[in-house]
């Protein structure tokens, strides 16, 4: 009885040594990171929206095209 109370006891305390563990390990690893200034967050956000932007009008370009063809499709076929 008492052996399994030492047992249980054990992988409670198991457990929680390797949640510090991870946890530690996690700092340590933040740590190493290096964090974009300002102007790097700034400059790479601009570019993202002006992307959005082209491929927003180069696919609506597309669609209207697509659209076309199918509606000419459409009145030949019928």
Known sequence: MKNKLQQSLEK????????????????????KVTWPTFKEVRDTTVVVLIAIFIFGIFLYFVDMGLHRLIQHLFTVVT
Request: proline share 0%; net charge neutral.
């Open 12 to 31: 409670i305390k198991d457990f929680w040594d390797r949640i510090k563990t991870f946890f530690v390990e996690v700092n340590a690893e933040v740590r």
